[in-house]
C-alpha cells in the first residue's frame, strides 16, 4: 500500500512540477510570415470587397491585374454596389452584357500607383479609357463623386483605394 502512494505522490508532484515549469515556459505559437499579396489578393482578403472581387472575375479582368503593373485600383465596397439602381447588377451579369462589365471594372483601375498623400487634384485616364478626375480637400480624397473611405492599401504590384461608390464611365 505504502508503494502505491508513493508512487500517486511522485506521478502527482510531477504533474505539479509539468504544470509549473509550463507556466515559466511561454508557449510561441508559430506564426507564418505573411506572404506580399497583389491588388486581387488584397480585394480578396477583405470580406467589404468581395461583390468587387466577384465583379472582377465575371468581367474576366483578373489576368490584367495579376500583371506586374503597378496598378492602382479604385474598389468600391458592397455596400456601394448594393446602391446601383435595381437590377444593375443582374443586367451586367449577363453574358452579353459581359463588355460593359469590363468597362466598369477597367474604369476603376488605373496604370501606376497613385498614394493618396500624392494626390491634389488630377485627371487620370482609366484602364477603360476615359478620364476621370481625383482630387483632395480638407484631407478627404474624392474620385468623381465617390469617396476614398479607405486608402493606401499596398499590394506587391500596386495600391488599392476602398470607394464609397461605384463608379461608371459615362457617368462621372
Known amino acids: ?102 468597362d466598369v471594372i477597367q474604369y476603376h483601375i488605373i496604370r501606376g500607383p497613385l498614394p493618396t498623400p500624392g494626390i491634389s487634384t488630377a485627371e487620370v485616364t482609366t484602364l477603360q479609357g476615359s478620364r476621370i478626375v481625383l482630387k483632395q480637400t480638407e484631407g478627404v480624397v474624392w474620385v468623381g463623386r465617390g469617396e476614398v473611405v479607405a486608402g493606401d492599401l499596398g499590394a506587391t504590384n500596386g495600391v488599392v483605394h476602398v470607394i464609397n461608390m461605384v463608379l461608371e464611365p459615362d457617368n462621372e
Open 1 to 102: 500500500m505504502k508503494t502505491i502512494t508513493t508512487s500517486i505522490s511522485a506521478v502527482a508532484a510531477a504533474l505539479v512540477l509539468g504544470a509549473g515549469l509550463a507556466q515559466n515556459e511561454p508557449v510561441r505559437p508559430v506564426v507564418p510570415k505573411e506572404q506580399p499579396k497583389d491588388v486581387l489578393e488584397v480585394i480578396a482578403s477583405r470580406p467589404d470587397l468581395s461583390l468587387f472581387a466577384d465583379a472582377i472575375k465575371a468581367a474576366g479582368v483578373e489576368a490584367t491585374l495579376r500583371r506586374n503593373g503597378p496598378w492602382t485600383v479604385l474598389a468600391p465596397t458592397n455596400d456601394a454596389f448594393r446602391a446601383l439602381p435595381e437590377g444593375t447588377m443582374t443586367e451586367w451579369s449577363k453574358p452579353e452584357n459581359r463588355g460593359k462589365l469590363a
